[in-house]
């Protein structure tokens, strides 16, 4: 039986270059096809999101209420439990992730 684990390990192999080849000798229509379903996308994304998405979120995490185990890292400006206070500086904390 051990040799049966070779085998179809190499035929994988051999499949896997194959259907390499064979996307690049035929110039590849599939990934053309990829990359412009990608484009339109992307134009999707522009029209429905003028660029005022991405701000409300960044707010909306920093008015999280935080609690009394918690503190509000003045670098990275995310809500840490209070085991992940690293120092404090000028009355602003900072977590163990930005005092590495
Ligand atoms: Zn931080």
């Known amino acids: 039986m051990a040799t049966d684990y070779d085998e179809p390990r190499s035929d994988v192999k051999e499949s896997q270059n ?7 000798s035929a110039n590849a229509p599939d990934a053309r096809s990829v990359v412009r379903d ?3 996308a992307d ?9 005022g998405e991405f ?3 960044e ?19 995310l809500v840490r439990h ?3 206070l690293a120092r404090e ?5 900072y977590c163990t992730d930005c005092e590495g």
């Open 82 to 84: 209070r085991s992940q």
């Open 43 to 51: 134009a999707l994304d522009g029209a429905e999101t003028p660029g």
């Open 59 to 77: 707010l909306t995490v920093q008015v999280i209420p935080q609690k009394d185990d918690e503190f509000t890292c003045y670098s990275c400006f």
């Open 55 to 57: 701000i409300s979120e």
């Open 89 to 93: 500086k000028n009355g602003h904390a």
């Open 18 to 24: 194959n259907s390499l080849e064979a996307l690049q």
């Open 38 to 40: 990608l484009d339109e």
